[in-house]
């Protein structure tokens, strides 16, 4: 299991007390939210998507896009803060998303996405936060 930058390992404790149940389920237990339970599916702001985890910069606004999943979606990441392991739970094997600096897990990665890199981060809303431009 990726775990992340050392100095953001947290004990379940630490993060339970510093997540919502919703976060520290997606976040810490790989859980996953509803389809269309985010308000972020929604937000058309210019700004950074950030890990609700630690609050690194993940994805910027110019890359989401509706992917009618029912969960944010990003056809690119941050430079170098995402990355990627394999997920055989139930039954198939996906690429599941992690934050690089707090190992948080933020979803999955698709092949489906729009160009230019036909890939579709697909993102629980419960692991980011949003911060507007000024």
């Known amino acids: 299991m990726f775990m992340g930058d050392k100095d953001f390992e947290k004990t379940n404790d630490e993060w339970k007390r510093a997540l919502t149940p919703e976060q520290f389920h997606v976040l810490r237990e790989h859980g996953t939210e509803r389809p269309g339970a985010s308000p972020l599916n929604a ?3 210019k700004g950074t998507f950030r890990c609700a ?3 690194q910069p993940l994805f910027a606004s110019e890359t989401k896009f509706e992917s009618g999943t ?3 979606s990003f056809w690119m990441p941050v430079e ?4 990627t392991t394999e997920d055989r739970t139930f ?4 690429v ?3 934050c690089s600096q707090c190992g948080g897990h933020l979803g999955h990665v698709f092949e489906d996405g729009p160009r230019p890199t036909g890939l ?3 993102m629980n809303g419960a692991a980011l936060t949003f911060a507007p431009d000024e």
């Open 43 to 45: 937000e058309k702001r």
């Open 70 to 72: 029912g969960w944010p």
């Open 96 to 98: 599941e998303a992690h």
């Open 120 to 122: 579709r981060y697909c």
């Open 91 to 94: 039954g198939m094997t996906r």
């Open 53 to 55: 985890g630690c609050g």
């Open 80 to 83: 170098g803060t995402v990355e």
